[in-house]
C-alpha cells in the first residue's frame, strides 16, 4: 500500500474488487495445491465489475437460471 494521500472520494469511481482485494487474481486450491486465478468476479482486473454474475461462469452452458423465486414445492 503506498497510497499516501486520499483523494476525494468518488461515489461513482471504481471499486477495487474485495475477493481479490484489487489483485486480479484468488488463490484456489483446486487441482490438489493452490495456485492462482484470474478473478472471476473482476475477470482479472481487480476492479469490481458492477452486476457482473461470477457464478455465471461456473453454471453449465445452456443451463436456463431464473431470478423468480421458485414456488414451493412439495
Ligand atoms: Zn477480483
Known sequence: MAEAKE???????PIPCSPCRGSGKL????GGEP???DCPWCEGS???I?????????RPEGEAVDDKPQPAVD
Open 7 to 13: 483523494e476525494a472520494k468518488e461515489p461513482e469511481g
Open 35 to 37: 495456485h492462482q486465478v
Open 50 to 58: 458492477e452486476e457482473h454474475d461470477a457464478q455465471a461462469a461456473q
Open 27 to 30: 488463490n484456489s486450491n483446486s
Open 46 to 48: 481487480g476492479v469490481l
